[in-house]
Nanobody
């Protein structure tokens, strides 16, 4: 079965960095677009970044120039490098793919606070 397992969240000060990882299994990882979404308390889940099978990337305006999505097809893993973090980046971050249907990971908490 499809599994997406996120890791790498935590507490970081404003201006700091974190790298999130999402280990995927149960499907042909290299063939599918992968995405990162986030959901802050009291807000709807929003798209952060996506990367296609051909490594084309797309970012939300709010993270452009600060976040970088990448993938390692040999490790079936997608990453989100987050730099210059702001308090408004605080959220639960979810990994996503559309293999036959929508799949989500369990999420990893990112808290940006001094």
């Amino acid at each position: 079965q499809v599994q997406l397992v996120e890791s790498g969240g935590g507490l970081v000060q404003p201006g700091g960095s974190l790298r999130l990882s999402c280990a995927a299994s149960g499907f042909i990882f290299r063939a599918y677009t992968m995405g990162w979404y986030r959901q802050a308390p009291g807000k709807q889940r929003e798209l952060v970044a996506t990367i296609t099978s051909g490594a084309t990337t797309m970012y939300a305006d709010s993270v452009k120039g600060r976040f970088t999505i990448s993938r390692d097809n040999a490790k079936n893993t997608v990453y989100l490098q987050m730099n210059s973090l702001k308090p408004e980046d605080t959220a639960v971050y979810y990994c996503h793919t559309n293999y036959l249907r929508s799949y989500w990971g369990q999420g990893t908490q990112v808290t940006v606070s001094s």
